[in-house]
């Protein structure tokens, strides 16, 4: 197991080496001028020079690579050309926001999406079966844009349930701000008790989490019922219900052995598109996060930020894949292919 972990650590520590580099050579062609970003379309030609000086565009290629590697080992991702502060800095911000934001809805998808596949295997071509298929084809294809439109009209501009944009109420923030432990807001208003900032994080995250859920509520749902229906089939199956084992364990301990490792990679892997990929949502709700931040900073061109997202999204899919390997090798069948 120690040397099955090891291989995958390695290989994802490669993965993110190639990833920084071929982000770093490929921002570095694209047609723009960063120091003139910095200083603005009105500087002079001294200021100009000066910029170039200070962001290190004067060295050539490979010394500028070579430093951005030595920085990155410190912690420091360079200073945004859009905003002049430290990519670290805003990172740091904006990550624990979409974090809380993603993982939320993925625990909400991961919870409704077994069950509905479970039900749905175990009633096969009943009308739950084909009304949870259904559903799950529809919101796999609804997109995500028309999605979180169509739930602000609803929710919060017909039926006044629930606040159109942000992230918490402007007068919440001022009266009751949320102290920074973790950074993550809703889990820092509750573990310092700030009841009313927690009850206003709680109903701007309603509709966000709704519309990153859906689309993975029924991926969950239709992997988990297409598993389960080869899985109820099998040999080991039909014995532990012939020894009379109840219906529930034989679902539950033994068939979903062998579907959890699928499942949870799937899972997984859209965590982790989602991570970067949620700029659409974060710009409809006006949300904090860092879909918002590299939207703007693709449309910049600010190329520091650019590359930090990138760093920190191969990061993500990296050790995300890592759990996910680690639970599906928890089966010693998994090991033992790789092994050989």
Known sequence: MGRFVLRRFVSGIFVVFVVITVTFF????????????????????????????????????????FRYLSDLTHGNFGVSILTHRPVADELRI?????LELVFSSVAVALAVGLVLGVYSATRENTWFDHGARFISVSVISIPGFWLALMLQILFSSRLRLLPLTGQIDTIIRL????????????????????????????????????TLSLFNLGLTARMTRSMLLEVLNED???????????ERLVIWRYAMKNVAGTVVTVMALSAGYALVGTFVTESVFGWPGVGSYVAAAVVSLDYPAIIGVTIFSSIAYVLLNLIADIIVALDPRVRLVEGG
């Open 236 to 246: 080991y199956i039909r014995a532990s219900r012939a020894y009379g084992i109840k």
């Open 94 to 98: 904006a990550i624990p926001n979409t």
């Open 26 to 65: 490929l921002a570095r062609v694209v047609p723009s001028d960063p120091a003139l970003k910095w200083v603005g379309v009105h500087a002079t030609d001294e200021q100009r020079e000066e910029a170039n000086r200070q962001l290190g565009l004067d060295k050539p290629l490979m010394e500028q690579y």
């Open 175 to 210: 009266t009751s701000p949320v102290e920074r432990v973790t950074g993550l807001p809703m889990f820092d208003a509750a573990i310092t008790a700030n009841w009313a900032a927690l009850g206003s994080l709680a109903r701007h995250y309603v509709l966000p989490v709704l």
